[in-house]
Nanobody, 115 residues
């Protein structure tokens, strides 16, 4: 059974950094583009960044230049390095395939940006 487990969230001050990790069981990474998504209170879930099997990346306009997505297929792990964090980045962050698969949503990891 494939599972995705996110970690690395926390409370950080504006301008700070966090690195999120997403570990997967199974062989999902070898054949799928992966993405990071987030959902803020009262808002719909949105796509933040994605990376395909060849390493090509894309970013939402709101995070371009601040966030970096990467993947380590040997470790079945995808990362999201988040720099220059803003209060509006506060959300629960999830990883999933790109496009997402309904059955793969995990618990996510909470990121709170506040002074």
């Amino acid at each position: 059974q494939v599972q995705l487990v996110e970690s690395g969230g926390g409370l950080v001050q504006p301008g700070g950094s966090l690195r999120l990790s997403c570990a997967a069981s199974g062989s999902i990474f070898s054949t799928n583009a992966m993405g990071w998504y987030r959902q803020a209170p009262g808002k719909e879930r949105e796509s933040v960044a994605g990376i395909n099997t060849g390493g090509s990346t894309y970013y939402a306009d709101s995070v371009t230049g601040r966030f970096t997505i990467s993947r380590d297929n040997a470790k079945n792990t995808v990362y999201l390095q988040m720099n220059s964090l803003k209060p509006e980045d506060t959300a629960v962050y999830y990883c999933n395939t790109l496009p997402w698969s309904d059955y793969l949503w995990g618990q996510g990891t909470q990121v709170t940006v506040s002074s």
